[in-house]
Structures are given as structure tokens and as C-alpha cells.
């Protein structure tokens, strides 16, 4: 199985990252964690992506915040898929790591998540990585099974209490 590429721009971002660690392990992903800036490590960050593929990584999510430009300087040197995770800042509220984050030119894409939204580039990335792998898929269909489930119930001891009123 491919692994995960999870890189950060500072260790302060590692309180979202977590949740992307959680979920890859939740379905057996393997990963790495590394912290590596755009701006203070240009050349590491540019390495690592240009390794990436034949280090046995299938997908790199990359978190940062304030100027966010490490998703874009990961998918400059590789042809895997990046995914980016705007980290919410003191000075605009993330709204400046979005931006920068999904504001990609032509020919460098990025696949953005919402501000924070860790479990959920780990949701897409498990997502690429089961378009070859069925026990993935089928893992994925069962997580989306449970969270119709969890509704379903949600719905009903709601339709309780509103017989109660």
C-alpha cells in the first residue's frame, strides 16, 4: 500500500495534523509526519516532493497557515496529488492560508479542505489510495454506511422528542 506524505509548515500546526494522523490510522494507512516550511526550508520541501513517488508515497497532504505556500511548492516537483490544509491564524482567521492554498496556477493543482479540516484531507487522500485498492473502498463504504446509520438514529430520537412537545 502507498503511504501518506503528511507535511507541515511549523510543529503549531500539529493540533490539525492530528486529526489527519487519527484517521489515517483508523484505516491502516501508513504515513510519515514531517515538518517542513516553504519559506525557511525551500530546498528539504522541494526534495522531499521530488522523492516522493519512488519513496513509496501515493498522496501528500501538506498543512500551513498565514502565507500557505507549501501545498504549491510540494505539487511543483511532483506528479502526485496534493492535498491542502489551510491553518487558521490569529491575523485573518485562515481565510489567508485558504486563499493561498487554493489559488493554484494552471498546471499545479492542489485539492484544498476546508480551514482546520485535517480529517478530511486524510478522508480524500484514503480516497485516491482506494481507487486502486478494494480493501480501502470497502472500508470507505462501510465508514459512509456507519454515518447514514448514525443519522437514521439521530432522526428518530429526534422525531421522539418532537412527539413529546
Not at 511548492?73 to 485573518?92: E, M, W
Amino acid at each position: 500500500m502507498k503511504k501518506v506524505a503528511i507535511i507541515m509548515g511549523s510543529d503549531s500546526d500539529f493540533p490539525v495534523v492530528s486529526k489527519a494522523v487519527t484517521k489515517l490510522k483508523e484505516f491502516g494507512v501508513p504515513y510519515e509526519v514531517h515538518v517542513m516550511s516553504a519559506h525557511r526550508t525551500p530546498d528539504a520541501a522541494i526534495e522531499f516532493s521530488g522523492s516522493a513517488k519512488k519513496n513509496g508515497f501515493g498522496v501528500i497532504i501538506a498543512a500551513a497557515g498565514m502565507a500557505a505556500h507549501l501545498a504549491g511548492v510540494l505539487a511543483a516537483k511532483t506528479t502526485l496529488p496534493v492535498i491542502g490544509i489551510p491553518c487558521k491564524s490569529a491575523a485573518f482567521d485562515g481565510m489567508d492560508a485558504l486563499l493561498a492554498t487554493v489559488m493554484m496556477p494552471t498546471g499545479i493543482p492542489v485539492a484544498t479542505v476546508a480551514v482546520d479540516g485535517a480529517a478530511n484531507a486524510a478522508i480524500l487522500a484514503i480516497e485516491m489510495l482506494a481507487l486502486s485498492d478494494d480493501t480501502l473502498a470497502e472500508k470507505l463504504e462501510k465508514m459512509k454506511a456507519d454515518m447514514e446509520e448514525g443519522v437514521a438514529k439521530k432522526d428518530e430520537a429526534m422525531q421522539l422528542k418532537v412527539a413529546e412537545l
